[in-house]
């Protein structure tokens, strides 16, 4: 069975990439280069006339940058799938680029093969981002869950915590915050509740992690 052509719309300000990925896509059999932009306006003008199934954007446009065309594109017309391009493995652009619509974010060193595997991918519907880019992602999703969570703790829990991470026994914390050891055990079952660990070693690691990649955004 034949695949169903996939019409594209290719906006880059650099006329060497937009020439390579014109001449790339015309000569694939399942995909057909409907026309081709320089800039966010000349885009928009092309969509007024006619409108493809996936639009490649680079990131970086004048005047209106790739993600704010995408968001304007899916804004008018919601059926149009975007893949962005990037010379930047910067994963605050994969959410930027993924909060304005985008359904793809690929390097633009990447082969021409992967860029055509991702325009496939995301018009079936599905969602594709660099292989380079996905630890990257992976490592802040878990730090920003780990900064959630944190924040459910009261200032006493976080102090603590901090302590429980030093390898304090409830005794030697009760003594340095002048609490009862009943009173720091129970600000201790109620730390693991809310970090959703078990013991004081996973709370204890916990707050190291915490720690670390605080120092790591100040760096």
Known sequence: MERPTIRLLLV?????????????????????????????????????????????????????????????????????QCLMLSSFANENHVFDAMQGGASGFVLKDSPLEDVARAVRTIARGESVVDPSLTAKLWGRFRADTREQKLTLLTRQERKVLDLVATGASNHQIAEHLCLAEQTVKNYVSSILSKLGVEGRTQAALFAVQAVEFDHEQRA
């Open 12 to 80: 880059d300000d650099h006329e060497v990439v937009l020439r390579g990925l014109r001449d790339f896509f015309t000569a694939e059999p399942d995909t057909e280069v409907i026309a081709s932009a320089s800039s966010a306006e000349e885009a928009l003008e092309i969509l007024a006339r006619e409108v493809p199934d996936v639009a490649v954007l680079d990131l970086r446009l004048p005047a209106m940058n790739g993600v704010s065309l995408c968001g304007a594109i899916k804004g008018r017309y919601p059926q149009v």
